[in-house]
C-alpha cells in the first residue's frame, strides 16, 4: 500500500455506523417492515418425528375467521419445478440425496416438518386457523440415536432411503499402524459431544410481495446468504433471476443457521404470488426450537499414540455424526471437525472413519465454530490426557507438538473440502501460547491452586490451543459508485448480522479514498445492489469482501485522478486524492470534488468524454481468495467448582489470538466475546433435548439454558498480528475462533480443579447433574 | 367475527393516547403494529429473553406478557422515547462508545433495563449491572460492552460493593 492509501482508518476502533438507527429503535428487522395490504402466515407442522402423512383435513380451517389461503404440498406442487428444494452441497461420500421439501408430502421425518401454511388477515387469525387443520398421520418408529441408526436392521428414518446411512468417509494420512505399534503409550478415549443451536435472538422471518406492474417478487428474509436464498426460489419457481429480489434488512443474528435456505424461504413468496398480497411469516420461539437447524451430537471413539515425552506419533478411531432427517448445507460440519482436530500440531498420522447417520431429527448444520471446536476438544483433551498419563505439564506437551514458525507456511497433508490443501500459511503458535501462559499467571497457578485448596476452595486451569481456516471463497464482491451528489455508494455480496460490516468494509473504503468512512453509505445483503454474492458464513466476510472493497476503492480512485488530469490539465502524479476530492499537489485551491469528477464522467450528450476513460464514476470487484487463510489463538480458563453441588464457576477467562492484521479492533473483540460466550454455553450450558418418541423436549427458555451477565467473568483479549500473505489487507477472519477452543479450555480446567480425583469429563455440556456423577464414580 | 375491543388511556413516550384494543392484544403488539413503535423487538414471547422490555411507569415490564388492555392509565418508555431533543440518552451514547450491540435486537431491552438501574441506584457495581441484565439474551456481545457501558455511567464506577 502506498503512504496515501495506508489507510488511515485501518486498525482504528472506529464507531459502527451501524449504530444511530438500532440503538434510537430504528432498525428495519423483518419483522418490523409492513406492506400495504400485508397477510400473515402460520405452518402447520408435524406433531410427529416420522410418520405416514395420509391425510390433511382443511375444511375447518379454510372457514376460520380472516383466512385467505391453506396452502398443502399437493396444492404448491404444480407451481413449483420441484417439491425438493435444491440446496445440497455436493459431496462425493454422500449416498443418499434427501433434500428439504417446501412441504412434506405423503411422509413427515421430523417433529416440527412444515406440511401446510395457512394465510390469513392477522397473525393470530392465522396461528387459530392452523390449530384447526386436521393431520392423519400413521406414527412409524422414529430413528433417534445415531449408533442404533446404524444397527443392521435398525428402523429407516426415511422410507425412500435403503438405510440411514447417509455417508461415510475417511480422513487419512501417513502410516498410521506402524505408527501406533511403535508408540510406547496408547490412550484410549470416547467422546459425547452436543453442540447447541444458533439461539439468535431474533428469530427466522420472511416476508414476500409480488409486483404485478414489473412481475417482481421482492422477498426480505432473515438471511445470511441472500443471493444464495434468490437463487433457491428462481430454481424452485421457476423465475429468471431479474424477477426475484431477496433483501436481507437488519438482521438480528445469524451464528450459522441463518445461512441455510429453509421451506419457508420458498413457501412463503409462493404463497404470496398465489394470493396477489404481500405474505409474512414471522417463525415464534417454539419453531425456531423445533425447525430451525442447529447442531448436535458427536460421538467419537478415539486413540492416540505418544512417546515417553508425550510426542504425537498418531490419532486414529471413528467419528458417528447424527445430521437429521434432510440435507440442507451438506456435511461441512463432520468435514470440519475431522480436519479441525490437526489444530496447531504435528501430527505425524491419523486416520478418522466417519459415519453420517440419518435420524428423525430437524437438520444438522453449523453454527459457530461449525463443527471445528469438537475436533479441537478432541485433541486439546488428548493431549491433555498425555500429559497427565506420563505426569507432564499440560502446557509442556502442547510445547513439544506445536508447529514452530519456521515451518510457516506449513503444509497439513490434508485436503480442505474444495479439494485443495490444507496449507496453514502463517502465525507464530509457540509464541502465541506463551504469551497466554505469561499472562495468565500460569506457571504461578499451582501456588495459588494449592493456596485456594487449603480455603477449602477447588480452583482448576485448563489451556488450549486453535487454528480455524478462515476467508472461505471463491469470492466476495464489491461496487462503489459514486454520483454527481458525491455520494458514495458501496455494494456489496456480504451480509450483516451485526458484525459491523458496513463499518469496517466503509473503513477500507474511506482509506483510499480519504474520507470519513460516516460518509460512505454501505448496502449490504440485498441482491439488487449486486448481482453476485456469497454472505455469511466461514469467518470470511471482512477479510474477503475486504479485499474486494480494496481494489473496488483502489479503481476508483485511479480513474478519478485520471479524470481530474484532464480537466484540471496536470498530471495524474501530480494530483492527489485528499478529503475525497482531487486536487495538484501544492495547489490546494485548484480541487475537484469525488461529485464533480462523476458529474462529468456522467457524459453529456453528444459530447465526448474525457481520452482514455469509461462512463461513471463506478467498479465493480469481484476478489477470489487463492486458499484458506489460517487464524490462531490460546485461550486459557480458570474455574472454581463445588464437589457438593457440581456447581462450575468461571473465574477467569483469556484469550490470545492471531488473526492477521486487525481491521477496526472493537469489532474483532466483539465477534471474540460472542464466540467466547457461544463456546462457555456449549461447555456448560446449552443442549436441545428430544424425549423418546423424538418430539423436542427443549421448546424454550429457560429450559434450554443460554449463558447469562452474571455468570460470566470479564473476558480478556489480547491481539497478535501476523499478516497473512494471502490477503492484500493481511487480515484473517475472527467470526468464530472465540467459540473454537473455548469448551476444551473450560472442561481441562474443570478436571484441573477437581484433582487429584482423576476425573475425566467426555460429555458436554458439563453440567452439576453430570459432574457430580462424575464425582460419585470417581 | 370481529372480536370484542376494549377502550383504553394510555401515555406513550409523553403523548396520550386513546384506543380500542382487543382483549388478547399484548402490550408488545400495540406498541409494534397499532403504533408503529417497532423498536420493543419480540425474541422469544414468553418472558425470556428480554427483548421487549419497556418501561411502565418507570419499571421495567416485559411487553410480550403484558396485555394492552393492562396498559390503561400507565405511562409507558420505549426504545424510541429515550432521545431527548435530538441528542442520545447517555446510556444509548455508552453503549456505542462500548461497542455495546452487534446485531441491535436486544439493545432496545437492554436499554430500559439499564436505565432503570441507573435511574433507582446511580452508582450500581459490575456485579449488580450483571444481575439486572441476567434477564436478557444477547448472543452476539457477550454483554461485556454493556456491562462496561453501564458502569462509565456509575458513580461508583468499578467498584463492587
Ligand atoms: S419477547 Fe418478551 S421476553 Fe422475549
Ligand atoms: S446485539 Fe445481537 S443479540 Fe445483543
Redesign the pocket.
Known sequence: MTAAEAPAWLGRRVPRIEDAALLRGRGQFVGDIVRPGMLHARFVRSPVAHGRLHSLDAVAARRAPGVRGVFTAEELRPHLTSLDLAVAMPAGAIRHVVNPRVLAADEVCYAGEAVALVVADTPHEAEDAAALVQLDIEALPPVLDPGAALEPGAPRARLGCADNLLARFTVAYGEVAPAFEAAPHVFRDRFRLHKGGGH???TRGVLAEHDRVDDMLTVWSSAQMPHRNKGVICAALGRAEDRVRVVAPDV??GFGPKFVCYPEDVAVPLAALLLGRPVRWIEDRRENFAATTAERDQLWDVEVAADAQGRLFGLRGRLLHDHGADTPYGIALPQNSATNLLGPYVLPAYRLEISVALTNKVAATPTRGAGRPQGTFVMERMLDRIADELGLGRDEVRRRNLIPPSAMPYRTPLTTRDGAAMIYDSGDYPACMADALRLAGYEDFRARQRDAREAGRHIGIGLSNYVEGTSRGPFETAAISIGPSGQVVLSTGASAQ?QGTATVLAQVCAGVLDMDPARITVRTGDTAAIAQGLGAFASRQGPVAGAAVLQAARLVREKALLAASHLLEAAPEDLELVNGAVRIRGIPADRLSLGQVAQVLQGMPGFPLPPGLSPGLSSSVAWQPEALSYANGTHVAEVMVDPETGGITLLRYLVVHDSGRLLNPSLAEGQILGGVVHGIGHALLEETLFDAQGVPATLGYPAYRLPSAPILPRIEIHHRETPTPLNPLGAKGVGEGGTIPAAAAIVAAVEDALRPARIRITQLPVTPRRLRALLAAA | MSEERFPISVTVNGEPHRLDVPARLSLADLLREGLRLTGTHLGCEHGACGACTVLVDGASARACLMLAVQADGRSITTVEGLERAGRLHPLQQALADHHG???????PG?LMTLVELLDASPSPSEAEIRMALAGH?????GYQGMVEAALSLSGGAGTDR
Open positions: 439468535s435472538v431474533e438480528g443474528g451485526g | 450491540l452487534q446485531c441491535g435486537f436486544c439493545t437492554v439474551h444477547c448472543r452476539c456481545t
